[in-house]
Nanobody, 121 residues
Framework: QVQLVESGGGSVQAGGSLRLSCTASGQFFDHYPMGWFRQAPGKEREFVAAMVTSAETIVYSDSVKGRFTISRDNAKNTVYLQMNSLKAEDTAVYYC??????????????WGQGIQVTVSS
């Protein structure tokens, strides 16, 4: 089973940017659709973005559309989440996930451990 490790989180002021990376171990990364979710304290896990193996299908939640960009480098087994114009309400633990491009967590078969993103206003 694919294993996923996120990196690139941290603290930033509102209006700033961060880029999250998620690197997968194992073979056939280019066969997996990939997604990003987030979970704020006291809230359910929320879909952020997802894409299939290439760029022909990309979906975003309404809350991040126009500010976040998902991309992938199959040669590096890595999917990215570029986050611009960050807001305090983007503060959450961010998770990458493999296996789907649907907007619900149960559709995904593998998850990273999560990484904290904190946006101060």
């Amino acid at each position: 089973q694919v294993q996923l490790v996120e990196s690139g989180g941290g603290s930033v002021q509102a209006g700033g940017s961060l880029r999250l990376s998620c690197t997968a171990s194992g073979q056939f990364f280019d066969h997996y659709p990939m997604g990003w979710f987030r979970q704020a304290p006291g809230k359910e896990r929320e879909f952020v973005a997802a894409m299939v193996t290439s760029a022909e299908t990309i979906v975003y939640s309404d809350s991040v559309k126009g500010r976040f960009t998902i991309s992938r480098d199959n040669a590096k087994n890595t999917v990215y989440l570029q986050m611009n114009s960050l807001k305090a309400e983007d503060t959450a633990v961010y998770y990458c996930a493999a296996g789907s491009y649907w907007d619900y967590a149960a559709a995904y078969g593998a998850w990273g451990q999560g990484i904290q993103v904190t946006v101060s206003s």
